[in-house]
Protein backbone atom coordinates (compact mmCIF):
# COMPACT_ATOMS: atom_id res chain seq x y z
CA UNK A 1 0.00 0.00 0.00
CA UNK A 2 2.83 2.45 0.89
CA UNK A 3 4.73 1.70 -2.21
CA UNK A 4 1.46 2.40 -4.43
CA UNK A 5 0.50 5.88 -2.73
CA UNK A 6 4.76 6.32 -3.21
CA UNK A 7 4.35 5.77 -6.75
CA UNK A 8 0.93 8.22 -6.59
CA UNK A 9 2.81 10.98 -4.97
CA UNK A 10 5.89 10.54 -7.50
CA UNK A 11 3.14 10.83 -10.67
CA UNK A 12 1.01 13.53 -9.11
CA UNK A 13 4.75 15.59 -8.70
CA UNK A 14 5.62 14.83 -12.44
CA UNK A 15 2.69 15.82 -13.85
CA UNK A 16 2.91 18.79 -12.59
CA UNK A 17 6.55 19.14 -13.77
CA UNK A 18 5.18 18.69 -17.61
CA UNK A 19 2.73 21.09 -16.92
CA UNK A 20 5.30 23.69 -15.81
CA UNK A 21 7.45 22.77 -18.81
CA UNK A 22 4.77 22.65 -20.96
CA UNK A 23 2.67 25.75 -20.14
CA UNK A 24 5.85 27.92 -19.34
CA UNK A 25 6.55 28.37 -23.48
CA UNK A 26 3.31 27.40 -25.20
CA UNK A 27 1.27 29.47 -23.26
CA UNK A 28 3.26 32.43 -22.65
CA UNK A 29 3.38 32.93 -26.62
CA UNK A 30 -0.38 32.38 -27.06
CA UNK A 31 -1.11 34.86 -24.54
CA UNK A 32 1.51 37.64 -26.00
CA UNK A 33 -1.51 40.09 -27.39
CA UNK A 34 -3.13 39.69 -23.89
CA UNK A 35 -2.12 42.91 -21.53
CA UNK A 36 0.64 41.49 -19.06
CA UNK A 37 -1.38 42.50 -15.99
CA UNK A 38 -4.44 40.61 -17.62
CA UNK A 39 -2.58 37.50 -17.42
CA UNK A 40 -1.20 37.81 -14.25
CA UNK A 41 -4.22 37.71 -12.81
CA UNK A 42 -5.98 35.19 -15.32
CA UNK A 43 -2.64 32.73 -14.04
CA UNK A 44 -3.65 33.16 -10.88
CA UNK A 45 -7.40 32.68 -11.23
CA UNK A 46 -6.11 29.48 -13.14
CA UNK A 47 -4.41 28.85 -10.18
CA UNK A 48 -7.02 28.95 -7.83
CA UNK A 49 -8.84 26.78 -10.05
CA UNK A 50 -6.84 24.14 -9.96
CA UNK A 51 -6.49 23.93 -6.23
CA UNK A 52 -9.94 24.11 -5.57
CA UNK A 53 -10.67 21.24 -8.24
CA UNK A 54 -7.72 19.13 -6.67
CA UNK A 55 -9.70 19.73 -3.30
CA UNK A 56 -13.21 18.91 -4.45
CA UNK A 57 -11.88 15.94 -7.07
CA UNK A 58 -14.26 13.22 -7.01
CA UNK A 59 -11.51 10.74 -8.33
CA UNK A 60 -7.94 10.51 -9.55
CA UNK A 61 -8.38 11.76 -12.78
CA UNK A 62 -9.90 15.05 -12.12
CA UNK A 63 -7.01 14.97 -9.42
CA UNK A 64 -4.46 14.77 -12.20
CA UNK A 65 -6.47 17.05 -13.98
CA UNK A 66 -6.15 19.38 -11.28
CA UNK A 67 -2.09 18.93 -11.25
CA UNK A 68 -2.06 20.00 -14.62
CA UNK A 69 -3.93 23.40 -14.68
CA UNK A 70 -1.77 24.23 -11.70
CA UNK A 71 1.14 23.13 -13.21
CA UNK A 72 0.28 25.09 -16.57
CA UNK A 73 -0.36 28.43 -14.40
CA UNK A 74 3.19 27.95 -12.65
CA UNK A 75 4.91 27.58 -15.45
CA UNK A 76 3.47 31.19 -17.08
CA UNK A 77 3.56 32.92 -14.03
CA UNK A 78 7.43 32.55 -13.64
CA UNK A 79 8.00 33.36 -17.61
CA UNK A 80 5.81 36.62 -17.21
CA UNK A 81 6.89 37.70 -14.12
CA UNK A 82 10.38 37.55 -14.59
CA UNK A 83 10.00 40.27 -17.65
CA UNK A 84 7.50 41.99 -15.63
CA UNK A 85 10.39 42.42 -12.94
CA UNK A 86 13.04 43.45 -15.15
CA UNK A 87 10.89 45.85 -16.80
CA UNK A 88 10.02 47.50 -13.29
CA UNK A 89 13.46 48.31 -12.37
CA UNK A 90 16.50 49.98 -13.90
CA UNK A 91 18.91 47.76 -15.72
CA UNK A 92 21.38 47.31 -13.25
CA UNK A 93 18.93 45.54 -11.21
CA UNK A 94 17.48 43.32 -13.37
CA UNK A 95 19.07 40.53 -11.98
CA UNK A 96 18.13 41.57 -8.40
CA UNK A 97 14.49 41.96 -9.21
CA UNK A 98 14.18 38.81 -10.41
CA UNK A 99 16.17 37.12 -7.71
CA UNK A 100 13.28 38.87 -5.09
CA UNK A 101 10.72 37.46 -7.42
CA UNK A 102 12.51 33.85 -6.94
CA UNK A 103 12.78 34.25 -3.39
CA UNK A 104 9.66 34.19 -3.17
CA UNK A 105 9.60 30.72 -4.92
CA UNK A 106 12.36 29.50 -2.47
CA UNK A 107 10.55 30.65 0.99
CA UNK A 108 7.16 29.13 -0.39
CA UNK A 109 9.04 25.73 -0.89
CA UNK A 110 11.31 25.86 2.93
CA UNK A 111 7.82 26.94 4.72
CA UNK A 112 5.16 25.64 2.68
CA UNK A 113 6.92 21.76 2.44
CA UNK A 114 6.31 21.20 6.10
CA UNK A 115 3.05 23.51 6.79
CA UNK A 116 1.45 21.16 3.89
CA UNK A 117 2.38 18.28 5.35
CA UNK A 118 1.63 19.28 8.64
CA UNK A 119 -2.11 20.06 7.52
CA UNK A 120 -2.48 16.71 5.33
CA UNK A 121 -1.77 15.04 8.94
CA UNK A 122 -4.44 17.14 11.29
CA UNK A 123 -7.05 17.57 8.67
CA UNK A 124 -6.60 15.61 5.15
CA UNK A 125 -4.58 15.77 2.06
CA UNK A 126 -7.97 17.91 0.35
CA UNK A 127 -7.02 20.70 3.18
CA UNK A 128 -4.09 21.68 2.00
CA UNK A 129 -5.06 22.44 -1.71
CA UNK A 130 -7.97 24.33 -0.26
CA UNK A 131 -5.14 26.51 1.69
CA UNK A 132 -3.36 26.95 -1.00
CA UNK A 133 -6.23 28.57 -3.07
CA UNK A 134 -7.30 30.65 -0.16
CA UNK A 135 -2.81 31.52 -0.79
CA UNK A 136 -3.61 31.50 -4.36
CA UNK A 137 -6.52 34.61 -3.78
CA UNK A 138 -4.24 36.27 -1.45
CA UNK A 139 -1.84 36.62 -3.92
CA UNK A 140 -4.40 37.23 -6.68
CA UNK A 141 -5.97 40.21 -4.77
CA UNK A 142 -2.24 41.18 -4.10
CA UNK A 143 -1.48 41.61 -7.81
CA UNK A 144 -4.74 43.33 -8.93
CA UNK A 145 -3.96 46.06 -6.31
CA UNK A 146 0.32 46.40 -6.37
CA UNK A 147 0.61 45.55 -10.25
CA UNK A 148 1.04 48.50 -12.30
CA UNK A 149 -1.67 48.32 -15.35
CA UNK A 150 0.57 50.59 -17.67
CA UNK A 151 3.46 47.73 -17.98
CA UNK A 152 5.70 47.89 -20.73
CA UNK A 153 4.86 45.42 -23.44
CA UNK A 154 6.46 44.51 -26.64
CA UNK A 155 4.62 44.23 -30.19
CA UNK A 156 2.82 40.74 -30.10
CA UNK A 157 4.74 38.36 -32.16
CA UNK A 158 4.28 36.22 -35.04
CA UNK A 159 4.31 32.86 -34.76
CA UNK A 160 7.30 32.67 -36.80
CA UNK A 161 9.19 35.33 -34.19
CA UNK A 162 8.06 32.86 -31.60
CA UNK A 163 9.48 30.05 -33.28
CA UNK A 164 12.66 31.52 -33.24
CA UNK A 165 13.70 31.46 -29.97
CA UNK A 166 13.57 27.27 -30.19
CA UNK A 167 16.31 27.46 -32.90
CA UNK A 168 18.87 30.59 -31.76
CA UNK A 169 21.94 29.02 -31.20
CA UNK A 170 22.58 31.79 -28.69
CA UNK A 171 19.67 31.40 -26.62
CA UNK A 172 19.57 27.32 -27.07
CA UNK A 173 23.09 27.60 -25.67
CA UNK A 174 21.60 29.00 -22.25
CA UNK A 175 19.14 26.94 -22.33
CA UNK A 176 21.58 24.19 -22.10
CA UNK A 177 23.48 26.57 -19.49
CA UNK A 178 20.22 26.41 -17.32
CA UNK A 179 19.69 22.77 -17.65
CA UNK A 180 22.47 21.20 -16.98
CA UNK A 181 23.44 23.71 -14.15
CA UNK A 182 20.25 23.55 -12.32
CA UNK A 183 20.21 19.20 -13.07
CA UNK A 184 23.30 19.02 -11.46
CA UNK A 185 22.35 19.77 -8.66
CA UNK A 186 19.52 17.74 -8.63
CA UNK A 187 21.87 15.00 -8.90
CA UNK A 188 22.23 15.03 -5.40
CA UNK A 189 19.86 17.16 -4.10
CA UNK A 190 16.99 14.30 -4.71
CA UNK A 191 18.88 11.94 -2.48
CA UNK A 192 20.27 14.58 0.15
CA UNK A 193 17.94 13.46 3.19
CA UNK A 194 18.73 9.81 2.57
CA UNK A 195 22.45 10.85 2.41
CA UNK A 196 22.36 12.57 5.60
CA UNK A 197 20.23 9.18 7.14
CA UNK A 198 22.11 6.95 6.25
CA UNK A 199 25.64 7.99 5.62
CA UNK A 200 26.27 10.85 8.39
CA UNK A 201 23.76 9.15 10.42
CA UNK A 202 21.59 12.16 11.51
CA UNK A 203 18.42 11.34 13.19
CA UNK A 204 15.04 11.92 10.95
CA UNK A 205 14.23 15.03 13.36
CA UNK A 206 17.72 16.46 12.87
CA UNK A 207 17.80 16.03 9.15
CA UNK A 208 14.51 18.33 9.19
CA UNK A 209 15.90 20.83 10.66
CA UNK A 210 19.37 20.77 8.49
CA UNK A 211 16.53 21.38 5.21
CA UNK A 212 14.85 24.03 7.09
CA UNK A 213 18.30 25.87 7.24
CA UNK A 214 19.09 24.65 3.78
CA UNK A 215 16.33 26.28 2.44
CA UNK A 216 17.12 29.64 4.23
CA UNK A 217 20.83 28.97 2.98
CA UNK A 218 18.91 29.33 -0.52
CA UNK A 219 16.97 32.16 0.09
CA UNK A 220 19.91 33.62 1.28
CA UNK A 221 22.23 32.48 -1.95
CA UNK A 222 19.39 33.71 -4.24
CA UNK A 223 19.23 37.53 -3.29
CA UNK A 224 23.38 37.27 -3.38
CA UNK A 225 23.48 35.66 -6.54
CA UNK A 226 20.82 38.20 -8.09
CA UNK A 227 23.29 40.87 -6.82
CA UNK A 228 26.63 39.46 -8.04
CA UNK A 229 25.04 39.07 -11.37
CA UNK A 230 23.96 43.20 -10.90
CA UNK A 231 27.81 44.21 -10.27
CA UNK A 232 30.05 41.81 -12.36
CA UNK A 233 27.33 40.81 -15.13
CA UNK A 234 25.35 37.38 -15.50
CA UNK A 235 28.11 35.25 -17.69
CA UNK A 236 31.38 36.47 -14.77
CA UNK A 237 28.13 35.91 -11.65
CA UNK A 238 27.20 32.34 -13.49
CA UNK A 239 31.53 31.00 -13.75
CA UNK A 240 32.15 32.09 -9.67
CA UNK A 241 29.08 30.24 -8.74
CA UNK A 242 28.87 27.16 -10.81
CA UNK A 243 32.58 27.12 -10.03
CA UNK A 244 31.79 27.16 -5.86
CA UNK A 245 28.71 24.81 -6.50
CA UNK A 246 30.95 22.24 -8.23
CA UNK A 247 33.46 22.31 -6.01
CA UNK A 248 30.88 22.13 -2.91
CA UNK A 249 29.13 19.36 -4.08
CA UNK A 250 33.00 17.89 -4.55
CA UNK A 251 33.39 18.38 -0.84
CA UNK A 252 30.29 17.31 -0.18
CA UNK A 253 31.27 13.40 -1.58
CA UNK A 254 33.83 13.48 1.46
CA UNK A 255 32.23 14.93 4.46
CA UNK A 256 28.99 13.22 4.33
CA UNK A 257 30.66 11.02 6.73
CA UNK A 258 30.63 13.53 9.11
CA UNK A 259 27.81 15.09 11.00
CA UNK A 260 29.58 18.37 11.37
CA UNK A 261 31.41 18.79 8.26
CA UNK A 262 28.22 17.45 6.49
CA UNK A 263 26.33 19.96 7.84
CA UNK A 264 28.32 22.58 7.35
CA UNK A 265 29.00 21.27 4.05
CA UNK A 266 25.27 21.34 3.24
CA UNK A 267 24.65 24.83 4.18
CA UNK A 268 27.03 26.51 1.82
CA UNK A 269 26.07 24.43 -0.64
CA UNK A 270 22.42 25.91 -0.06
CA UNK A 271 23.79 29.75 -0.88
CA UNK A 272 25.33 28.50 -4.34
CA UNK A 273 22.26 26.06 -4.84
CA UNK A 274 20.20 28.57 -6.42
CA UNK A 275 22.30 31.77 -6.44
CA UNK A 276 22.50 30.72 -10.43
CA UNK A 277 18.82 31.00 -11.04
CA UNK A 278 18.34 35.23 -11.15
CA UNK A 279 21.89 35.47 -13.76
CA UNK A 280 20.41 32.18 -15.81
CA UNK A 281 17.02 34.28 -16.27
CA UNK A 282 18.51 37.71 -16.94
CA UNK A 283 20.73 36.42 -19.23
CA UNK A 284 18.16 34.98 -21.44
CA UNK A 285 16.19 38.06 -21.45
CA UNK A 286 18.72 39.83 -22.63
CA UNK A 287 20.12 37.57 -25.11
CA UNK A 288 16.40 37.09 -26.18
CA UNK A 289 15.89 41.10 -26.33
CA UNK A 290 19.45 41.17 -28.54
CA UNK A 291 18.02 38.62 -31.12
CA UNK A 292 14.39 38.05 -30.80
CA UNK A 293 12.86 41.31 -29.08
CA UNK A 294 9.49 39.76 -30.43
CA UNK A 295 9.06 37.28 -27.90
CA UNK A 296 11.06 37.78 -24.90
CA UNK A 297 8.32 36.52 -22.77
CA UNK A 298 8.54 32.94 -24.62
CA UNK A 299 12.54 32.69 -24.85
CA UNK A 300 12.08 33.49 -20.66
CA UNK A 301 9.18 30.95 -20.60
CA UNK A 302 11.51 27.92 -22.29
CA UNK A 303 14.19 29.09 -19.62
CA UNK A 304 11.98 27.87 -16.86
CA UNK A 305 11.21 24.82 -18.90
CA UNK A 306 14.47 24.36 -18.85
CA UNK A 307 14.93 24.48 -15.26
CA UNK A 308 12.41 22.03 -14.80
CA UNK A 309 14.16 19.40 -17.31
CA UNK A 310 17.06 20.26 -15.34
CA UNK A 311 15.31 18.97 -12.16
CA UNK A 312 13.71 15.68 -14.08
CA UNK A 313 17.49 14.90 -15.54
CA UNK A 314 19.12 15.27 -12.60
CA UNK A 315 16.67 13.40 -10.44
CA UNK A 316 16.66 10.54 -12.94
CA UNK A 317 20.25 10.55 -12.93
CA UNK A 318 20.63 10.52 -9.36
CA UNK A 319 18.34 7.51 -8.84
CA UNK A 320 20.54 5.52 -11.59
CA UNK A 321 23.61 6.64 -9.70
CA UNK A 322 22.40 5.66 -6.65
CA UNK A 323 21.22 2.60 -7.76
CA UNK A 324 24.12 1.34 -9.50
CA UNK A 325 26.96 3.12 -7.60
CA UNK A 326 26.30 4.26 -3.91
CA UNK A 327 24.48 7.68 -2.19
CA UNK A 328 28.01 9.45 -1.90
CA UNK A 329 28.83 8.91 -5.62
CA UNK A 330 25.52 11.59 -6.33
CA UNK A 331 27.71 14.44 -5.07
CA UNK A 332 30.44 14.25 -7.00
CA UNK A 333 28.97 13.24 -10.14
CA UNK A 334 26.74 16.06 -9.98
CA UNK A 335 29.62 18.31 -9.34
CA UNK A 336 31.05 16.93 -12.94
CA UNK A 337 27.68 17.93 -14.56
CA UNK A 338 27.81 21.62 -13.13
CA UNK A 339 31.17 21.97 -14.51
CA UNK A 340 29.40 21.40 -17.97
CA UNK A 341 27.56 24.23 -17.37
CA UNK A 342 30.47 25.93 -15.88
CA UNK A 343 32.21 25.43 -19.88
CA UNK A 344 29.11 26.20 -21.41
CA UNK A 345 28.80 29.24 -19.61
CA UNK A 346 32.41 30.12 -20.58
CA UNK A 347 32.04 29.43 -24.16
CA UNK A 348 29.07 31.95 -23.47
CA UNK A 349 30.93 34.39 -22.59
CA UNK A 350 33.53 33.99 -25.15
CA UNK A 351 31.00 34.55 -27.94
CA UNK A 352 29.28 37.54 -25.90
CA UNK A 353 33.29 38.55 -26.19
CA UNK A 354 34.60 37.66 -29.58
CA UNK A 355 32.20 39.31 -31.61
CA UNK A 356 30.21 36.47 -32.71
CA UNK A 357 27.06 37.70 -31.44
CA UNK A 358 26.87 40.27 -34.28
CA UNK A 359 27.04 37.48 -36.64
CA UNK A 360 24.26 35.40 -35.08
CA UNK A 361 22.29 38.58 -34.98
CA UNK A 362 22.14 38.85 -38.36
CA UNK A 363 20.84 34.94 -38.22
CA UNK A 364 18.07 36.11 -36.35
CA UNK A 365 16.16 38.05 -38.83
CA UNK A 366 16.01 35.38 -41.27
CA UNK A 367 14.95 32.84 -38.45
CA UNK A 368 11.81 35.37 -37.84
Not at 45 to 50: D, E, K, P, R, T
Not at 129 to 152: D, E, Y
Not at 263 to 291: C, D, E, I, M, S
Amino acid sequence: MLLVLFFTKIKLVSLYAIGVAIGAPVLTALTGRWPRKTVLLALMALFIGGNLLAWLAPGYESLIAARILTGLAHGVFFSIGSTIATSLVSKEKEASAIATMFTGLTVALVTGVPLGTWIGQIFGWRATFLIVALLGLIALIGSALLVPSNLKQSPPAQLKQQLAVLIHPRLLLVYAMTAVGYGGTFVAFTYLAPILQQVTGLAEGAISLVMLVYGVSVAVGNIWGGKLADRQGPVNALLWIFAALALTLLVFSVTANSPVLAVLTVLVWGAFAFGNVPGLQVYVVQLAGRYTPNAVDVASGLNIAAFNVGIALGSVIGGVVVERMSLTDAPWIGALIVMLAFLLTWFSGHLDRSGEPSAASEAAPSAQ
